[in-house]
């Protein structure tokens, strides 16, 4: 495995060049590959289980909790009373658990296309995949484009968890793939995908958000800091169907804020005021 080298995992890749995440590996518990990509779970020393896709870390049990709550709350909590959702990608049933904290929701659609990442993760880790066990979930292994091209005017809140545009999500990454999402979307409906990080992807995002403005009602941008994601923050791209914002949520729910490790009502806030330097590549 040339990605460990004396106990170290190294994640090497296009989308980061000239920089590595580092990880020390106490035990591999499972490698192999898949009809869609390489996967691999390890113990870390200090970081928990890991899995790792093709090569790039997806989820830490250390940290996974600020990507999984920031990119199902913060849609969630703007649109106030999601009843049907959509899962794309998410695998590993991290974002399912925080869907599943929500009463109002009535259905839960999870489209993931490898179905080994599930059956893998609901053995390594039970934590995220835990999830899967809410009667409300439905899971569909296929692809995501195509399911919601077959389920129009349907969903209150559609959240696109994939991995990078390399493999089988780059398909998530184009424009076709938010008019799907839009088109899929009930009215008042919320998208939140996975959008990649400001220090190093300005030139992806900055194309995708011109291309949804055209659709979308609106088109924000949102961050949390993740350590183990390439330069410690990953942003959400947010998209709406005949609603004004997701800055501010429709919905503060205090209680739920007490069992969650990271979202609350200020972060999500927080969340859309960037940087200037960031403020400036996305949107002007
Ligand atoms: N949180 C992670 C991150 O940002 O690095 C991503 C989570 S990972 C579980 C993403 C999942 O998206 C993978 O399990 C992958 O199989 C799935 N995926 C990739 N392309 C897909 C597609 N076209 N349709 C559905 N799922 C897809």
Redesign the pocket.
Known sequence: MDLIIDGWFHERGALWPGQAMSLKVEEVVYHGRSK??DILFFKSTNHGMV?V?DG????TEHDEHS?QEMIAQIPLMAHGNPKKVLV?????G?VLREIARHDSVEEIVI????ED?INY?KKYLPSLAVGYSDPRVTVKV????IFMSENPGTFDVIIT????PI???S??FEAPFYRGMYDALAPGGVICT?GECMWLHKDLIKPLVDAVKKFCTSVEYAFTTIPT?PSGQ?GFILGTKDKETCKTPVKVDRKMEETLKYYNKEVHEAAFVLPSFARRAIFE
């Not at 794309?88 to 590993?92: A, E, H, L, Q, R």
């Not at 296929?142 to 484009?145: E, K, P, Q």
Request: one cysteine or more.
């Open positions: 869609y990509q899995l896709l790039v870390i997806q989820v990507y794309i990608g998410g695998g590993d991290g489209c993931e296309i490898d990442v993760s296929m692809d995501g484009s968890d994939s991995s990078d493999g089988p999500a398909v998530l996975q994601y990953i």
